[in-house]
Structure formats: C-alpha cells, structure tokens
C-alpha cells in the first residue's frame, strides 16, 4: 500500500492586512476595495520559497532521513533559474547524497504533479521512500488584485509503502494551455488576464470538470467523500464550485483566503496538511491542484492517521502570526521598491563558492564535529577537541547541530548594522546537548526575547546579493514565544 507516510506545513509569521494595502493603493485601482477583507502571510525579508520548503519538512520530520530516495521540491518562485533549488534543500535537510532532487515548477499544479511523481516513484519500487515539497513567496504589481490575494507558504508530505498515513486510491490529469497567470523568464513579476475570465473559464469551468470526470471513473459519489481540497483565490466562485459538484459546504476544504491567501503551488498541499489533522480512519480525501490545467488526486485515511501529528498543527501555525506594518515594509522585503541602505548595507563581499562547497555541510547543513573521545559537540568542524582537558586530534565524528534544542545565553540590538527589519538582532546560544554558536535571530522582536528563552533553528536567506545574482544561506535563531500546539 503506498501513500502518504508524513506531513507538514509552514506559514510565516508575518501577516498584512488586506485593508492596509488597500488603503496604501486604493487611489490607483479603488477596486482593491472589494479584496480588502482579512489578511495574508507574508514572508520575512529572510524567507523564501527554498527556507520555507526546508521549514515544512522539519515540521513533518525533525532529522535526517537516511530511506530518503527521492526529493521533489515544487514552486513557481524558486529563486534560481540554473542551479538546482532542489539540491540547496537536500544539503540543508541533510538527505541522503544519492536521493534524487528534481525542481518542479511552470504552473501553480507543480505541488499536486510533484507529489504524483513520487507516488509513482514509490509505487514502482524505484525508491522506499519520497519527500514533496512545495512553497511559493510571492511578488505582485502594486495595486494589483494580485497583492491582495495571493500569500506565501510552504507544505511538506513524506511518501512511502510502510506506516501509510493515507492510501493513495487513483488520480486524473486534465491539462489545458490556460494561461492565466504567466512570467517570462526575464521578468520579475507575474502578469494575468481580465478576473472574470480567470474565474469563469478557468476555477468554474476547468475544476468541477475535472473532479467530476475523476469521481465518474472511480465510481465515487459526493456522499461517500469526506472532503474535496481545491484551491481558488476566489471566495465565492469557490462556493460555487462545491454546489457544481454537488457537495454539501461541509464537504468543501477551507480555502484559507481569509487567513493567509492563496499560496500558489503549495496551496492545495497546505490545504490538505489541514484535513488530515482531523481526517478519521476510512475517510475519502480528494485533493486538486489548478494551473495549466488539473491534477485530482485520491486518498483514504487509514487507521494511523490519528496517531501522526507535526512538530506544529496548522492553528499552532495560525496562532504564530506578527502584524506587518506599515505597508512599505512589504515592499521592501520583497525587493519591489528601492530603499536606502547606508554604508553598511550597500556592499556585500562576494561568497567563494569554492569555500561554500568545501564547508556546504556545515553552511547549509550545519552540520559541526563531536569528540569521540571527551563526547564534547562542536561547530565549526574542528580536527582538534576545543575542550584543554581532551585536545583529542582527528578523533571526531559529524555531528548536527540544526535540529537540537537550544536556549539564549546572550543577546543585543544592533541598530547600526542595516536591517530591512531592524534592529539587527543577534547573540549567543547554548544547546541543551552541548556546544555553543553565536548567530542571527529572527521572526522576533527585541522587547520579547529574554536570556534563557528556548530557541528553534531554521535556514534562512542571510544575504542576497542581487548584482551578482547569488543567494547565501545559514541558519538563524527563532525564538519560542507561545506553546507549539
């Protein structure tokens, strides 16, 4: 039996309210207006889609994964064009070097096609098991219906043939050359068609028949499914698709505009990370990826779906949120306005990627040494044990350091060092199973973070140096603020 074997989700904790933009935009297009209700999730200056596809699987699975054989990470924003955003993940999540990793990306479809390549890929016996990846950050033109209505996210589900979370049941494929969204590849920001169109030929017309083809062929009926998982940025045309299908408003998935927007490829993945959480043994799962056409996958909830949960459930995830303000801030996280930096902030040296990919392990992976002898962790990887007593030389082993529990030792504001989220916030932590490193925090405020706070790591952009074109990763510190679930 192959199926889903893991899941989790990530959402940001940044969250802009629709009326904010609306209010800073609503001059050019007073349509904006109509869109203004609730908010979305908007990723930190350091997130993008890589961080947040690392930050979903860590969710499902805190730890390498040596059955690992395949990797698919799906998006429409990956920061890269030639150099495979995949790999970046693979280093960070410390996978197996012989797991493929394979991009996925050209359509908002690319999550719910990369998870059914995997299941192929599982099901063939090619590999034991595969990891889905799925995040979007997204850029939109100011004033833009866009802005208001698309969110950033990430999703994660592990897939295997053991410990089956949901058995994958069947699919149905529908492409069609619909473009409502499209970017060429020199261009920064997207650009779509007129919204009535998009929303009647494309959610109202391509969706329902695609779900309804899938359910003739299975022999499915509305009242045997528990739920059916479709995107669609559209509140009321999402309504209108479950009547179409025949479905009772209970059977229709929450499409979250309300609470984080539509968050692109891993919308539908996100979406359905939500439904297993409260999914009951035997229950009927259909979930379906838009864009460029339909992916309808099938799933039956097995006994062990009550026994899985995340690192954090999806209302711990909701409960994790910040008020982004003001408006601009947005902007600049995203690189769509220009800001003045200073001195400090408008010169970056060049990272070697010669000495990235000797240190790769470490940079990416954080990966330090232990002592064989003395037992004692350390990072950067030493040849020497630091500790006088021992100075054991090459008697050490690899040792991670991203997944241990650590707590603040000491920290500072820095409103000197240039920030697009100032102040700069950095300090000392202590891992609770030895060993200590100084780094960034982030996803913080400087008034609610105390000596001894417990703190999560988690990759993040450090820099990205945009005349050059290169991103440079490394984990930061985040803070614990609330109880995870």
């Known amino acids: 039996m192959v199926g889903l074997t893991a899941y989790g989700a990530y959402v940001p904790r940044y969250r802009l309210e629709r009326k904010t933009a609306a209010q800073a935009m609503g001059w050019l297009n007073p349509t904006v ?11 930190n200056v350091d997130e993008d889609s890589i961080t947040l596809a690392v930050a979903a699987v860590r969710n499902a699975h805190n730890g390498p994964d040596p059955l690992c054989g395949a990797l698919h990470v799906a998006s429409t ?20 070097e012989g797991a493929a990793a394979l991009d996925v990306t050209g359509s908002t479809r690319a999550g719910t096609s990369a998870l059914l390549a995997a299941l192929n890929q599982v099901a063939s016996g090619a590999v034991r098991r595969a990891w889905v990846a799925a995040a979007d950050v997204h850029r939109a033109k100011m004033g833009s219906a866009d802005e208001l209505l698309y969110g950033d996210g990430g999703a994660a589900l592990a897939v295997g043939d053991e410990e089956v979370l949901a058995a994958f049941v069947g699919s149905f494929t529908l492409t ?42 299975a022999g499915l009926s509305p009242e045997e499914v528990a739920a059916v998982i479709y995107p669609c940025p559209y509140v009321r045309e999402h309504a209108a698709m479950g009547k179409r299908l025949g479905l009772p408003p209970e059977k229709v998935a929450d499409p979250l505009a309300a ?44 006994d062990a779906v009550v026994s899985f949960q995340p690192a954090k459930t999806f209302d711990a995830l909701l409960a994790r949120r910040a008020p982004l ?97 100032p102040p700069q916030i950095y300090g000392i932590v202590d891992f609770d199973e030895g060993g200590r490193m100084m780094l960034d925090f982030t996803d913080c405020s400087l008034e609610a973070i105390q000596v001894d706070q417990p703190v999560e790591l988690h990759l993040r952009r450090k820099y990205h140096d945009a005349h050059r074109g290169v991103h440079t990763y490394f984990w930061k510190a985040v803070p614990i603020e609330t109880p995870q679930r």
């Open 33 to 43: 207006w109509a869109l203004a209700g609730g908010e979305k999730a908007v990723a």
């Open 77 to 96: 924003t990956f920061p890269y064009a030639r150099r495979q955003n995949a790999v970046i993940v693979r280093e960070a999540l410390n996978l197996p």
């Open 176 to 217: 069609a050359d619909f473009p409502d969204h499209l970017r060429e590849t020199e261009k920064p920001l997207p650009r779509s068609w007129e919204e009535r169109w998009v929303r009647d030929e494309g959610y109202l017309s391509l969706i329902p028949r695609a779900v309804g083809a899938y359910m003739e062929k």
């Open 259 to 302: 609470q984080l927007g539509d968050t692109g490829a891993a919308h539908p993945l996100l979406m359905l990370c939500r439904a297993l959480e409260s999914a009951s043994p035997g229950d009927h799962l259909l979930v379906v990826g838009f864009g460029n056409g339909v992916d309808v996958l099938h799933f039956q909830a097995t």
């Open 325 to 421: 303000v003001p408006y601009e801030k947005a902007l600049a996280f995203r690189e769509l306005t220009p800001v003045e930096t200073g001195i400090r902030g408008e010169f970056q040296a060049e990272p070697p990627l010669s000495v990235l990919w000797r240190n790769r392990r470490a940079v990416l992976g954080l990966q330090g040494t232990r002592c064989s002898r003395c037992g004692t962790p350390q990072f950067p990887p030493q040849r020497i044990c630091a500790v006088p007593e021992c100075q054991a030389v090459d008697e050490t082993e690899p040792y991670l350091f991203s997944h241990r529990s650590a707590r603040i030792f000491s920290y500072t504001g820095d409103n000197l060092a240039f920030s697009l989220d």
